[in-house]
């Protein structure tokens, strides 16, 4: 399973069934988990946590150091769940000790190819990010995301659940949960009505969520206003209460 043409540091840790291609790299201080394929010409540096069931294909960098000028060789970490997938020319940073020193990614993740993953930032889970999308230092992206070619978002923003961010679009705050981002600066376009049918929302939920995008994005209210305003839909529909919680946690504001 593991090719003689690899390159492997005495210090990994791989599992029994992990298959590591010819002239893969593995260095120091990498653990990778039962069921992972490492391609030809892959590179995984560490201190990095490989969970199971992965697949890293050709080119792809993971748990490189971070590109940060403060950055002085650190052991900062990547971890990475399970069942991901991390296609050609990836690449996935470790953290820095100023933004907490750890890199996040969850499980059921498709990376395209040549997308970027910078430093310290957090992935949720079952996310899709099309080819040469990146993130700068520090972003989150919450679960069921999906990001179009060329998205490029800056430092810090935060990308909401069961969003859509259309390809070449310029994040530069925050994109509220459930909607649909278009342009350079992106601006709101809606629901991402289209995802939200096919995660199994019910036609009421959808109806709902709507409403509340439309009060937050659509009538004109202040912040404060509209927060108040769509509270009294919580108790209709859950999902609102996502809405307002990721609002009140936001610090670049988010996309309206």
């Known amino acids: 399973m593991i090719s003689d043409k690899a390159i ?39 201190p990095s946590k490989i969970g199971r069931n992965n697949k890293i294909y050709s080119f792809a960098s993971v748990g490189v150091d971070p590109q940060d000028k403060k950055y002085a060789g650190e052991a900062t970490y990547l971890e990475v769940g399970d069942n991901n997938y991390f296609r050609e020319c990836t690449t996935i940073n470790r953290g820095t000790v100023p933004g907490g020193g750890v890199t996040k990614i969850g499980n059921d993740n498709l990376f395209m190819a040549y997308v970027h993953i ?47 961010c259309a390809g070449t679009s310029a994040i530069v705050k925050d994109v509220l949960p459930f909607t649909t981002v278009a342009g350079n600066p992106a601006s709101a376009h809606g629901l991402n009505a289209v995802g939200l049918k096919r995660r199994n929302f019910t036609p009421d939920e959808i109806l709902y969520i709507k409403r509340a995008y439309k009060v937050l994005c659509r009538q004109g209210l202040s912040l404060e206003e509209a927060v108040h305003k769509i509270e009294a839909m919580v108790p209709e529909c859950q999902y609102i209460q996502i809405m307002i919680d990721f609002i009140k946690k936001s610090t670049r504001g988010f996309i309206r």
């Not at 990010?129 to 060329?150: E, Q, W």
Request: charged content about 10%; aromatic content about 8%.
């Open 8 to 46: 492997i540091h005495k210090s990994a840790k791989i599992a029994a069934n992990v298959e590591i291609s010819p002239y893969a790299i593995i260095g120091a201080n990498v653990e990778i988990g039962e069921g992972s394929w490492v391609g030809p010409h892959a590179v995984i540096n560490g």
């Open 118 to 164: 910078a430093h310290d930032c957090v992935v949720g889970n079952h996310t899709t990010f099309s080819n040469n999308a990146s993130l700068a230092g520090h972003v989150t992206v919450d679960d069921y995301a999906n990001l179009g070619g060329f998205v490029a978002v800056h430092q810090r923003c935060n990308i909401g659940m069961y969003c859509f």
